[in-house]
């Protein structure tokens, strides 16, 4: 009869006020499932929480290596949670090159979960281990608890009727089931999924739960662990929350966009990471009167959305960096054409393939500039995962009031995290006016609102309103080709000058302490958590710092330079080398200084703190 824990005495409980836990393995080992469900029990509980998942670039590496490693982390809360956590508070690893590549992470004296099972002299040797870390003392600086995962997974499912390889793939299951009962987290969640994902398969199914159990079960009894821990519920703003990724919440305000502008919506799109779950998502959603179109490359993508746009349907198209620069010659006969579509790019580590399944936020000078010829277009960019369905909206909006394409940046960083959501009152929503032309009289292709210098949208075969647009430059009114030098100069005017008018709708800058002092700390994007959560920390020392972050990135906001100038030092943190600061500095005159990283990973907020602290 094999050994079983022996039951032991009540574990005593420790109140934390926050904790961030990775979860790291190999591909094959389960740990985006395993820390989406820990995200989900979590929510369900009622801490604010944030998440990081990192990916492997390699889409099959040999198991057991260095570039298979896998990862999700969580930060979560008693209190307003803004980014996944700086450094792991717990590392929970499945095998040798998940320790290798994350030990570094740890906090001193952080706590270390280890896969003994998984520790055998191949896999060493695959990792790059000379000598078992787990017996050489190298690990004692941490508090480092050894659980056999996988043969206690074996013990548990030897009677389920699983051939090896499908209880091998359960021992993820083990590993959450004991974190649940480590921070006192519901199993229930997790049973629900297991029942919808194996409802046709009774004996995956069984066998997931009875390693889900067996996880819970090993943490209450064994003699390793002597306390579990409590993060009490956050005081959040009530109604109605989910879990939502940034691309999930990209899709729904595209979804949302079209049912207030009261028309069809449709997305042509090409896969690419990390992007394509938009697509995935919108797909599901045809009964909306939505169209989502998976064209053969991403140029026939973009063309596909201006066809949509021409023919009075919200469009739209998704892609990262790689995509857009192939999309740019069409984006150009969008603007020519002064089409309303939405091009949206989550940005990934470049350049060319770069870094597929890394965050960066080097692609805005590519948005702002990556056209021939003059060709402003509107540039916006949201700053967290729920974010991303207000800026899709705006998108929108834009889009259709000015007639412009019309770009959305957002990054693999808030793309793949999650973050509770509070779901918007529909009825709340302000609606998205599109008009479109039917009076033929005194019609001209190219007559303009005198306010937003925006032209009639026309639906093709809308009688009397017969009109040329194309890519070769149009007679300032009727539409009709023009190789005339003074017209060619006022159209380019006028598309230049209908951009910078967005800027009569950009609300007033947000300013994030006292608006004046010492430093003023600019951002945009995906660094907006790390950023307020430093300078929140540096105002509680004392410093004179403040910071802004910016939505609307072309125009800039009206405001921004009389802003900038009540501050003695601007600083400007990116993941680039440094482009809004370029624009800051050719905008307004303005010596900003630039923090920058470009390592495929956000800002910590420590690393902020200590850079943002040299200027203070």
């Given at each position: 009869m094999e050994a079983q824990p022996r039951p032991s005495a009540p574990k005593s409980v420790k109140e934390i006020p926050a904790v961030t836990i990775r979860f790291v393995g190999d591909s094959g080992d389960g740990m985006q499932l395993t820390g989406l469900e820990f995200t989900r029990a979590t929510a369900i509980a009622g801490n604010d929480l944030q998440t990081f998942p990192d990916y492997p670039a390699e889409i099959r590496a040999p198991?057991?290596?260095?570039?298979?490693?896998?990862?999700?982390?969580?930060?979560?809360?008693?209190?307003?949670?803004?980014?996944?956590?700086?450094?792991?508070?717990?590392?929970?690893?499945?095998?040798?090159?998940?320790?290798?590549?994350?030990?570094?992470?740890?906090?001193?004296?952080g706590t270390l979960i280890v896969n003994t099972g998984a520790f055998i002299d191949t896999n060493l040797q695959k990792a790059g281990y000379k000598v078992n870390p787990l017996t050489d003392g190298s690990l004692a600086s941490y508090?480092?608890?050894?659980?056999?995962?996988?043969?206690?997974?074996?013990?548990?499912?030897?009677?389920?009727?699983?051939?090896?390889?499908?209880?091998?793939?359960?021992?993820?299951?083990?590993?959450?089931?004991?974190?649940?009962?480590?921070?006192?987290?519901?199993?229930?969640?997790?049973?629900?999924?297991?029942?919808?994902?194996?409802?046709?398969?009774?004996?995956?199914?069984?066998?997931?739960?009875?390693?889900?159990?067996?996880?819970?079960?090993?943490?209450?009894?064994?003699?390793?662990?002597g306390v579990t821990y409590q993060v009490k519920r956050a005081a959040i703003t009530p109604g109605a929350y989910r879990n939502v990724t940034g691309n999930e919440a990209t899709a729904w305000g595209i979804l949302a966009a079209t049912k207030l502008s009261g028309i069809n919506g449709f997305l042509g799109s090409y896969p690419i990471t990390p992007a394509s779950?938009?697509?995935?998502?919108?797909?599901?959603?045809?009964h909306w009167g939505f169209t989502s179109f998976q064209a053969e490359d991403e140029i026939a993508a973009m063309c596909a959305a201006i066809g949509a746009a021409f023919g009075g349907t919200l469009a739209f198209t998704t892609s990262s960096g790689p995509g857009i620069a192939l999309k740019q010659e069409a984006i150009g006969l969008a603007l020519m054409t002064e089409l309303p579509v939405v091009i949206i790019n989550v940005q990934r580590g470049g350049p060319s393939t770069g870094l597929p399944t890394k965050t960066e936020q080097a692609d805005l000078l590519q948005a702002i500039y990556?056209?021939?010829?003059?060709?402003?277009?509107?540039?916006?960019?949201?700053?967290?995962?729920?974010?991303?369905?207000?800026?899709?909206?705006?998108?929108?909006?834009?889009a259709v009031k000015y007639?412009?394409?019309?770009?959305?940046?957002?990054?693999?960083?808030?793309?793949?995290?999650?973050?509770?959501?509070?779901?918007?009152?529909?009825?709340?929503?302000?609606?998205?006016?599109?008009?479109?032309?039917?009076?033929?009289?005194?019609?001209?292709?190219?007559?303009?609102?005198?306010?937003?210098?925006?032209?009639?949208?026309?639906?093709?075969?809308?009688?009397?309103?017969?009109?040329?647009?194309?890519?070769?430059?149009?007679?300032?009114?009727?539409?009709?080709?023009?190789?005339?030098?003074?017209?060619?100069?006022?159209?380019?005017?006028?598309?230049?000058?209908?951009?910078?008018?967005?800027?009569?709708?950009?609300?007033?800058?947000?300013?994030?302490?006292?608006?004046?002092?010492?430093?003023?700390?600019?951002?945009?994007?995906g660094t907006h958590g790390a950023i307020f959560t430093a300078v929140s920390q540096l105002r509680a020392k004392g410093k004179a710092v403040s910071s802004v972050h910016l939505r609307h990135l072309n125009p800039l906001p009206p405001d921004l330079g009389t802003l900038m100038k009540r501050f003695k030092t601007v600083v400007v943190p990116e993941?680039?080398?440094?482009?809004?600061?370029?624009?800051?500095?050719?905008?307004?005159?303005?010596?900003?200084?630039?923090?920058?990283?470009?390592?495929?990973?956000?800002?910590?907020?420590?690393?902020?703190?200590?850079?943002i602290g040299e200027f203070c």
């Open positions: 198991a057991g290596t260095l570039p298979g490693v896998s990862g999700f982390q969580i930060h979560f809360s008693s209190e307003p949670v803004f980014t996944p956590g700086d450094q792991p508070d717990v590392l929970v690893v499945m095998n040798p090159a998940a320790l290798k590549t994350n030990l570094k992470d740890l906090v001193a004296g508090k480092t608890h050894e659980v056999d995962i996988t043969k206690l997974t074996e013990l548990a499912l030897k009677d389920s009727g699983l051939n090896a390889k499908e209880v091998g793939r359960a021992k993820n299951m083990f590993a959450l089931g004991m974190m649940l009962w480590m921070y006192g987290r519901p199993t229930e969640p997790t049973m629900r999924y297991l029942k919808e994902k194996f409802s046709t398969k009774p004996d995956i199914l069984a066998g997931n739960e009875k390693a889900l159990q067996a996880g819970y079960n090993y943490g209450e009894t064994a003699e390793l662990f779950d938009i697509l995935h998502e919108l797909s599901k959603h045809k990556g056209r021939n010829g003059e060709s402003p277009v509107p540039v916006i960019a949201a700053s967290s995962p729920s974010d991303c369905f207000d800026a899709t909206l705006e998108a929108a909006r834009l007639m412009t394409p019309v770009f959305l940046l957002t990054d693999g960083y808030i793309a793949n995290g999650q973050e509770p959501w509070l779901i918007p009152d529909v009825k709340a929503l302000k609606p998205i006016e599109v008009r479109f032309r039917s009076d033929p009289n005194n019609f001209f292709a190219y007559q303009r609102d005198q306010t937003t210098l925006a032209r009639d949208w026309v639906r093709p075969g809308t009688p009397g309103l017969e009109h040329r647009i194309g890519g070769l430059e149009k007679d300032k009114l009727t539409g009709g080709v023009s190789y005339d030098a003074e017209n060619h100069d006022t159209m380019v005017r006028l598309r230049a000058e209908k951009v910078a008018r967005i800027a009569q709708d950009i609300p007033p800058t947000q300013v994030h302490g006292a608006p004046e002092g010492d430093v003023l700390v600019v951002g945009w994007g993941l680039n080398l440094g482009q809004l600061v370029k624009l800051l500095r050719s905008t307004h005159l303005v010596d900003a200084k630039s923090i920058n990283k470009v390592q495929g990973k956000p800002f910590k907020v420590s690393e902020l703190v200590s850079r």
